[in-house]
């Protein structure tokens, strides 16, 4: 374990000891310093603004109840991660189920897109070009790979948050590439 | 996909064993296609990364700390009014039934309290004797057994005599199983008089 590391888990071990104890800025400070990565992990997961603020609030309101106890058997990190991944995983699922009973999905693409948080018009578009690939790929195979390469995650980081075996991942991990590139390749 | 290109996503994604990605490196460095296709599929798979580091309206990070504070307290406002909403059918269900049960008791004493009357008031004891005696056989109504008491009597409706109450109205040496019939009409009344007392005092209570 690197220092940084260690000192991040000793970090979050206080602030959470602290929070336990009754001191509620502890929590502001543990929200301001992963509320990032939950919303970057549920955005690439579900493509979609107003979903990954859903996502995020949810995963803080968890972790705000739940944190009492949470006995470090792992490290915050990779907790928030597995409560995060399995609620965006979940909202791909009722996504799918809910675009099989409705049709008005565009109507809710305006309302996402017009309280985006990435202003830039470019740069959104952009984003929605990735999302339409990975909208493509089969759902555990998008986890991975935006763990693997946004949340910059190693395959021993990513197995103890899924409970997937480092060989499957990797497998996982094979297919989820070919398929990207070949949806990219074909578009161009 | 080329089977090039296949072999690259190996190396990629991290399938290959160790002699394999000592193979695969030396011929990267060796096979100009190899090379080439591996530098066009990396840019690609860069360029699909670099979305992450676009930037962002940061207002919307800072917003979210009060935000949440504010959905929780919604929550929790919520969270005490469902407990309301399921504590309020829970305590009138309490209280209804609070308010029928003196009554299923008042009906349940009643009944046999007006019964015992009748039994004392109405029937003569002539009749009293009678009843107990053919009505409900003898042998099943009465029934005496030994305790350490000595003799005891047992009667319908639960009702239990120590020897020592029914002595005073009985013959003792006339008092077991095959004698019963011995009883005049006078020792079957006082018996069944004393009983209906007991009878009416426990139901009473």
Redesign the interface.
């Known amino acids: 374990m690197n220092n940084f590391n260690k000192m991040q888990i000793d970090n979050d071990f206080e602030l959470v000891e602290k929070f336990v104890s009754g001191d509620e800025t502890a929590f502001?400070l543990l929200?301001?310093k992963y509320?990032?990565k939950i919303?970057?992990h549920a955005r690439?997961m579900l493509g979609d603004h107003h979903d990954a603020?859903e996502i995020?609030?949810e995963v803080?309101?968890v972790m705000?109840n739940k944190l009492k106890t949470f006995g470090f058997k792992s490290s915050l990190y990779t907790w928030i991660y597995k409560i995060v991944s399995t609620r965006s995983l979940n909202q791909i699922r009722r996504k799918k189920l809910k675009k099989l009973i409705t049709f008005d999905s565009a109507n809710e693409k305006e309302l996402s897109s017009k309280h985006d948080?990435?202003?830039?018009i470019a740069?959104r578009d952009?984003?929605e070009k990735?999302n339409n690939?990975l909208d493509k790929l089969p759902a555990k195979q998008r986890q991975i790979f935006v763990m693997r390469?946004?949340d910059q995650l190693s395959?021993e980081e990513i197995s103890k948050i899924t409970g997937k075996s480092v060989g499957g991942l990797?497998?996982n991990?094979?297919h989820a590439?070919?398929k990207?590139?070949?949806l990219?390749?074909e578009k161009d | 996909m080329k089977k090039i290109d296949e072999k690259i996503l190996r190396y990629f994604a991290g399938l290959m064993e160790a002699e394999e990605v000592k193979r695969f490196e030396s011929q990267l460095k060796n096979d100009p296609e190899l090379k080439e296709r591996f530098v066009y599929l990396e840019n690609r798979l860069t360029d699909l990364l670099s979305v992450h580091d676009i930037g962002v309206n940061d207002l919307y990070f800072d917003s979210i700390v009060p935000k949440l504070r504010e959905k929780m307290t919604i929550k929790r406002k919520y969270s005490i009014l469902k407990k309301y909403t399921l504590a309020i059918p829970i305590v009138s269900v309490i209280l209804i039934l609070f308010i029928l049960t003196p009554f299923y008791d008042k009906e349940y004493i009643d009944q046999p309290v007006s019964l015992a009357y009748e039994i004392i008031k109405n029937i003569n004891d002539d009749e009293i004797a009678d009843n107990l005696i053919y009505d409900y056989s003898l042998e099943s109504a009465l029934s005496f057994s030994e305790n350490g008491n000595g003799l005891e009597l047992y009667l319908p409706e639960n009702v239990s005599l120590s020897f020592n109450t029914i002595s005073p109205y009985v013959d003792i040496s006339r008092l077991d199983y095959t004698q019963l019939e011995n009883l005049s009409n006078a020792e079957y009344q006082q018996l069944y008089k004393n009983l209906s007392m007991i009878t009416f005092e426990k139901v009473s209570k």
């Open positions: 502001n929200v301001r509320q990032k919303y970057w690439q603020d995020t609030q803080l309101i705000y948080i990435i202003q830039d740069n952009k984003l990735v690939a390469n946004y395959y990797k497998a991990y094979f590439l070919k990207i590139l070949e990219v390749n």
